[in-house]
């Protein structure tokens, strides 16, 4: 066994913050790949299955720019995924009565119907791929995700303070 050294114990940390952080995007990608492949049984693409189960889950109805916030995409990407939406007759799009340059979106009936069962299918999903993750273990790496996300944030705000 070797002797404890604060040296040590630096690189050790500096590995494994390394690691976690590597970590994020390839399990990111595989996730959104898995679930692509749900979502495309539906004919959805991950944005607008994206905006439809989000839709469902704020309880059917969401300002457009918090969709495109939550979904990761800006506001002209948004546009087009909400006009396949409403093509496809799952989106209904209305101006916002105090303030017309804002729109919500909401879904229809059968955008609601087809949310419940990408909702289960998503679900499903889920509960296979984390089958052999202990609950206590993915509500740790929520917590980890969730503080790096709040310290990214803060660390982006205080740059943007200084410049």
Known sequence: ????SETMFMQDREKLLTSFTTSIQPARRAWVVAATTVLSQYDLSMSLGSV???LHRYGGTAQQKILAT???INAAAMVR????GEAAGLLLRAGLQDNRRSKTVSLSK???AL???????IQALRAELLRDVSPDDIDTAVRVLRQLEANALAYCAEEKART
């Open 110 to 112: 059968s955008g609601s």
């Open 81 to 84: 995924v909400l006009d396949q």
């Open 70 to 72: 939550e979904v990761g």
């Open 115 to 121: 949310a419940k069962r990408v909702e289960k299918a």
């Open 52 to 54: 439809v189960l989000l």
């Open 1 to 4: 066994m070797r002797p404890f």
